[in-house]
Each structure stands twice: as structure tokens, then as C-alpha cells.
């Protein structure tokens, strides 16, 4: 129990163990379930301890509405200097030169940071094309179902999908060039959540161009890997390239939206304008702070490293696992990611997903090209950016290969003995299963042998460890 505070200015300086026990605790349980499990989201990573500290900071508490030099707060002295390097570290990350590019790093996250560039190329009620969701596309780059309109990129624009081939899962562009003919879009999105191949840029700028449509990059997956040209480089080709922060880049939850400043349509002042005062209003400080950190640390020779590191982890992960037999979307990855298809298992991506967060393996069930229905879909997503951080090298992602493996065969085991493919029935069967207590022992005891970034395992106040 906290003690009770005796004046007001104690209370604003106890440390939050003794302020609030109970949500120090579950920071804790926290910290101790990513240290014990094994982190394979594909848009999930572990940020630095001098990114926490800075994400963590005395910013938070300083107002400072417009940019560096024209805010309409005072008191702006040092926050002018944070943002400034920020905005500079950012170009410096990504090899962009300050005449012909400018980034706005204010956005909250990624999604509002896709609203405002979208708020800033078109009006409303415009045309725009992205990867559809089931394909792999994002929920802000236009999502739809047919009997509804679910992001508000759908209900304040008209939107029309380009999907992945059904058989390949490779992007169809040529189904997406004779759309466009048709629908005429005024802006074309690429990007993805769930796709594990390069991109075509060249391709889609010169459809953009035959319509006369801007061309948007949502880099928010793989842009650890721009940043370290371990990925192709949409910048050559795209008037604006938005991406959150945390995924490959590894740094704080936010976005940043860069904007070319040689376009001659001032995409520098209306993207700038749309971030705030359309779209936002006070920048999130000490997030800025911290973003700038890890900006500092993506542009190092040992980021490179990691960059082209998460890669190999990702092919490596795939041929493991495409030995033991299993199919994965194209066939294998060429970034950080792998879509695993379990159709061929007769089991469902949701079934995966639940033996696994039993035994502490984190994963996501995810449509595959060709599902019959989107909400049981049949594949999960894999992703190696976190794992990577953690020190994972080759030889132990073919040990998590392995790992995955055995949680099928358990999947396949339980769902047979049940004669039942309801999801309420299997879960129901996984009770007291002794293959899985087995695993979560092996895995936790796995997980637990590599450092954490971030923080000291050691220093972990759980219950009982
Ligand atoms: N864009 C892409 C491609 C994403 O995958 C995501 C999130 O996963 C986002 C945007 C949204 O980012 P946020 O969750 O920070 O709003």
C-alpha cells in the first residue's frame, strides 16, 4: 500500500513505487513478460534506455503549439533546440538533402500522421488508392469493407484498393495500372503492414503520374531498413513518405512525415499545416526528444548492422520453418517480416496465435492471399526487428523455428482429439495440455538467457522471481 501523502509537494515527488504500487506493479509484470517471452510482432521492437529516459522527461510539461521559431506559447527557448535537431537527425537518418526535403516531426503516431499527409495532398471527397488491409495494407491508407466505410481515409475520401495476385501474394501492379486507368485516383498510397517483398516505386510513380496523382510511401514497417539502405529507397520517387517511429526504427511510439521542398507546390506548408492546427494541436515534447535520440542511433555504423541483422533473422526464420514443410506467403521475405500460411495445416491463424501466447511466444493472426474469410484468417505474421534487439543471431531463430513448429503440431494435435473446429471448443481443449506446459518452460528459459534492451532484467520487482 502507498503511504499516504502528508502535503501536496511530497505527493509530486515520491517515486511511483511508492506513489501508486499498483501501477508500478503491472509496469513490472510488464517488463518481466517481455524479458520472458519471445517478441515476434512485426511492428514491435525494444527501444533504448536513453530513449525511455528522454521519452520520459521534463517536456512533457511544456506546451509549445507551431514550429520551432513561430509558436504560439513562450518558454519555447530549449524546445526549439530539441525539435530543430530532431527535424536535422531525421533528414541526416535517412540520407535526404535539407534543399530538397523537409520532415515534420510532430505527428502523435503513425495513423495521425497518415490522416494529416492525407490532409494535406487532397480535398475531401478525392480519390486515393492503397494496399487493401487483407492484402496487407494498412487501415489508414483507405479501408473499407462492402458494407462499410472503416477508416475515416475511407469516409472522408473515396477510396478503391490494388490488392496482392491471390495465387502469388506479390503485388498485382498490373491490375492496379488498369484501375487506376479507370478510377483516376489524385493519390496513390504504397506501403504495408504485412508484405514481405520490396516495392516497386518506379512503377507506381509513373502510374501517379499518368493521372497526375501524388505519390505517398508509408514506411512505417520497414523504415529501420530504409534508414540503413537495407531496403529500397522510396524517396527517389515519392512526394511524401510518412513512418512511425517504434518498428524497425526502434525508437518512441510517434510519426514524422517528410515532404519534398522542390515540388513547387509548397507540400512544406500544407503538410506542415495540416499536422497542426488541422489535424493535432501541442507536439508531444519529450516524445520529440526521444525520437531525435533514436534518430542519433539509427545513423550509426552499428545500427547497419542490426539493419542488415533483422533481415538474415527474417530469412533465416522462413527456411527454417519452410523445411519443416510449412508454406509462407511468396515463398519467403525480403525485409523484416513473414507471412506464415496455415491453410495447408487446416488451422486458422487465431488457433496459432493462442497456443503461442500461452507459452510467451507474442505473434499476430493475419489474412494470407486467398482466405476465404477475413475474420478467421488463416495465416499469422512474424516479424524479427524486437528479437534482433534482443541479440538473436541466425542459429537462434532456427531454434524459435523450432519452437513455432511444435506449437502447430500441438494446434493440429488439440484440434484433431476435439473434433471440432470452433475456436471456443479448441481453446477449451488446451486446458492442462502437458505438451504445452513443457514448451512455455523451454521457451521462457530461452528468452530469458539474452540481455533486454532498455532496462535490467535483473533489477525486475515481480512477485516470486
Ligand atoms: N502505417 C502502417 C503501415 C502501420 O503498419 C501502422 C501500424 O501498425 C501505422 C501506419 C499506424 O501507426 P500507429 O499505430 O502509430 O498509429
Not at 156 to 174: A, C, K, L, R
Not at 177 to 196: D, H
Request: with cysteine; glycine share 8%; aromatic share 8%.
Amino acid at each position: 500500500m502507498a503511504k499516504p501523502c502528508d502535503s501536496w509537494n511530497t505527493c509530486l515527488n515520491t517515486p511511483l513505487q511508492e506513489e501508486d504500487s499498483e501501477i508500478y506493479a503491472l509496469i513490472e509484470q510488464e517488463k518481466y513478460r517481455q524479458f520472458s517471452g519471445l517478441e515476434l510482432i512485426a511492428s514491435e521492437n525494444f527501444t533504448s534506455q536513453a530513449v525511455m529516459e528522454a521519452n520520459g522527461s521534463a517536456l512533457t510539461n511544456k506546451y509549445s503549439e507551431g514550429l520551432p521559431g513561430a509558436r504560439y506559447y513562450g518558454g519555447n527557448e530549449y524546445i526549439d533546440q530539441v525539435e530543430n535537431l530532431c527535424r536535422k537527425r531525421a533528414l541526416t537518418a535517412f540520407h535526404l538533402d535539407a534543399e530538397k526535403w523537409g520532415v515534420n516531426v510532430q505527428p502523435y503516431s503513425g495513423s495521425t500522421a497518415n490522416f494529416a499527409a492525407l490532409t494535406a495532398l487532397i480535398q475531401p471527397q478525392d480519390r486515393l488508392m492503397g494496399l487493401d488491409l487483407p492484402s496487407g495494407g494498412h487501415l489508414t491508407h483507405g479501408y473499407q469493407t462492402a458494407k462499410k466505410k472503416i477508416s475515416s481515409s475511407s469516409i472522408y475520401f473515396q477510396s478503391m484498393p490494388y490488392q496482392v495476385d491471390q495465387t502469388t501474394g506479390y503485388i498485382d501492379y498490373d491490375r492496379l495500372e488498369e484501375n487506376a486507368a479507370l478510377f483516376r485516383p489524385k493519390l496513390l498510397i504504397c506501403g504495408a503492414s504485412a508484405y514481405p517483398r520490396e516495392w516497386d516505386y518506379a512503377r507506381l510513380r509513373k502510374v501517379a503520374d499518368q493521372h497526375g496523382a501524388y505519390l505517398m510511401a508509408d514506411i512505417a514497417h520497414i523504415s529501420g531498413l530504409v534508414a540503413s539502405k537495407e531496403a529500397a529507397n522510396p524517396f527517389e520517387f515519392c512526394d511524401v513518405v510518412t513512418t512511425t517511429t517504434h518498428k524497425t526504427l526502434r525508437g518512441p511510439r510517434a510519426g514524422l512525415i517528410f515532404f519534398r521542398r522542390d515540388k513547387g507546390d509548397d507540400l512544406e506548408g500544407r503538410v506542415n499545416q495540416a499536422v497542426f492546427p488541422s489535424c493535432q494541436g501541442g507536439p508531444h515534447n519529450n516524445t520529440i526528444a526521444a525520437i531525435a535520440v533514436a534518430l542519433k542511433q539509427v545513423a550509426t555504423p552499428e545500427f547497419k548492422q542490426y539493419a542488415i541483422q533483422v533481415r538474415a533473422n527474417a530469412k533465416t526464420l522462413a527456411k527454417t520453418l519452410r523445411n519443416y514443410g510449412y508454406k509462407m506467403a511468396t515463398d519467403g521475405t525480403e525485409n523484416h517480416l513473414i507471412l506464415w500460411d496455415l491453410k495447408p495445416q487446416k488451422l486458422t491463424g487465431s488457433k496459432v496465435e493462442r497456443i503461442c501466447e500461452i507459452v510467451d511466444i507474442t505473434i499476430n493472426k493475419n489474412s494470407i492471399a486467398g482466405d476465404k474469410s477475413a475474420v478467421t484468417p488463416g495465416g499469422v505474421r512474424l516479424g524479427t526487428a524486437a528479437l534482433t534487439s534482443r541479440s538473436f543471431k541466425e542459429e537462434d531463430m532456427v531454434k524459435v523455428g523450432e519452437f513455432l513448429h511444435r506449437t502447430v503440431q500441438i494446434a493440429s494435435d488439440v484440434q484433431t482429439k476435439c473434433g471440432s473446429k470452433m475456436m471456443k471448443d479448441f481453446v477449451a481443449a488446451l486446458e492442462g495440455n502437458q505438451d504445452i506446459a513443457q514448451l512455455k518452460k523451454e521457451v521462457q528459459e530461452f528468452a530469458r538467457s539474452f540481455p533486454m534492451p532498455g532496462f535490467d532484467p535483473k533489477t525486475i520487482q515481480v512477485n516470486g522471481h
